[in-house]
Each structure stands twice: as structure tokens, then as C-alpha cells.
């Protein structure tokens, strides 16, 4: 898929947003309105700007760690302010309702999976490892995770996460460029290395 269609899928996420946000009386939270703002930057400048990608980058990867950080408690107690689950359990709860009936049974597998992936969503895309892949995986997770909703606690709930957005910014972010990789500095350090060893070497002779 060209860059030229995912932007056009991410604009039409966010029109969808936007309208929703307008007519339908939503509401989203503080910092998902930051990553929906930030959305918006990277598929008005169609991800031609490092910085812009970059910046998405992370604020994706502390969307995943947040959420995983909840559902943990490290945000709060449950019914807290800004807090989605506040435990483990409540968050089992929720898959469950995401669940069709006849899957009932699968639901502590699916948010445990879910749960792994989302933890390995959150390191590549902080730290910038294998950032392109991670990235399409966080769109087919987001992508799962919208559809679930929509079938199952409705349009709205979906929208007050703002999924489609991001999943339309974690595709746009899959076909840019992006800065500070851990994964390539780990690569260039032996051949730094290697490089100052022969200097030293060559000093030495000298």
C-alpha cells in the first residue's frame, strides 16, 4: 500500500473523528487527544518530516505502555480518575465483553496475547527497534481492536480511544522514516569500535 492511500486513510480516520467529536457530542481524554493532534501533524505533512514521524513514534509506544501500565495498576485504583481497568482482572473483564459469547472461555488467553503484544508494541516503538514492522503490527492490532469494539460496546466507545486514528497513524507511520533507533546504534558501536582500534593501532606504527 502506496504512502499516498494510507494518508488518505488516515485523514479519512480523522475526519470520522472529528465529525463524531463535533455531532455526536464525544468526548476523548487528554492524552489521547494529544496522540490524535499528533495524528493529524504526521498526515498533514504525509509523514516528510523526521521529527513529525518520530515524535508519533513515541507518543504511540507510551499509548501502548500506558495502556498496559493500567491494567497493572500503576495508574490508579479502578474507577479512578483516567483509568480505564486499574487491574489485571478488570481488564480480563473487558476482553471478555469484546468476546463473542461463544468465545467466553478464551478471554483470559486473548487479553494475555493481547497484553504480550502490546508490551513489545511499546519497546520497539520507544526505543525505535525494528520501528517500520512494529509499527504494522501495532495497525493490525489496533485494526483488531477496533472491530472488536465497534461489534461489540459500539461506534462510540471506539471513537472515544480514537482507534481508527490511530491505527490509520500507526499504518502512516510504517511506510516513514523516523529517528533514534536503539537497535541501529547497537549496530554501528563494533564498527565504531573497530574503527578507533585501527586509529590507535595506526598512531602506534606512527
Same mark, same amino acid.
Given at each position: 500500500m502506496t504512502r499516498q492511500v494510507v494518508v488518505g486513510l488516515a485523514a479519512l480516520a480523522l475526519v470520522t473523528e472529528l465529525g463524531w467529536l463535533a455531532f455526536a457530542d464525544g468526548s476523548v481524554g487528554s492524552i489521547t487527544a494529544v496522540v490524535l493532534a499528533s495524528i493529524a501533524a504526521?498526515?498533514?505533512? =504525509?509523514? #516528510?518530516?523526521?521529527?513529525?514521524?518520530?515524535?508519533? #513514534?513515541?507518543?504511540? =509506544?507510551?499509548?501502548?505502555?500506558?495502556s498496559v501500565a493500567?491494567?497493572?495498576?500503576? /495508574?490508579?485504583?479502578?474507577?479512578?480518575?483516567?483509568?480505564?481497568?486499574?487491574?489485571?482482572?478488570?481488564?480480563?473483564?473487558?476482553?471478555?465483553?469484546?468476546?463473542?459469547?461463544? /468465545?467466553?472461555?478464551?478471554?483470559?488467553?486473548?487479553?494475555?496475547?493481547?497484553?504480550?503484544?502490546?508490551?513489545l508494541l511499546a519497546i520497539g516503538l520507544l526505543l525505535g527497534i525494528?520501528?517500520?514492522?512494529?509499527? #504494522?503490527?501495532?495497525?493490525?492490532?489496533?485494526?483488531?481492536?477496533?472491530?472488536?469494539?465497534?461489534?461489540?460496546?459500539?461506534?462510540?466507545?471506539?471513537?472515544?480511544?480514537?482507534?481508527?486514528?490511530?491505527?490509520?497513524?500507526?499504518?502512516?507511520?510504517?511506510?516513514?522514516d523516523t529517528a533514534l533507533h536503539l537497535d541501529r546504534l547497537l549496530r554501528r558501536m563494533p564498527s565504531r569500535r573497530v574503527a578507533i582500534e585501527s586509529t590507535m593501532r595506526a598512531d602506534g606504527r606512527a
Open positions: 504526521l498526515t498533514v505533512t =504525509g509523514g #516528510r518530516f523526521v521529527v513529525v514521524n518520530t515524535t508519533v #513514534r513515541i507518543l504511540l =509506544g507510551a499509548l501502548f505502555a500506558g493500567d491494567r497493572f495498576g500503576l /495508574l490508579g485504583a479502578p474507577g479512578a480518575d483516567g483509568v480505564s481497568w486499574g487491574d489485571y482482572s478488570a481488564f480480563t473483564d473487558y476482553t471478555r465483553t469484546l468476546t463473542p459469547q461463544v /468465545l467466553d472461555w478464551s478471554a483470559p488467553a486473548l487479553a494475555a496475547s493481547a497484553t504480550a503484544a502490546e508490551i525494528a520501528a517500520k514492522p512494529a509499527a #504494522r503490527a501495532a495497525t493490525a492490532v489496533l485494526i483488531a481492536f477496533a472491530a472488536a469494539m465497534w461489534t461489540s460496546v459500539g461506534f462510540d466507545e471506539m471513537c472515544s480511544y480514537g482507534v481508527l486514528v490511530v491505527a490509520g497513524g500507526a499504518a502512516l507511520l510504517s511506510t516513514c
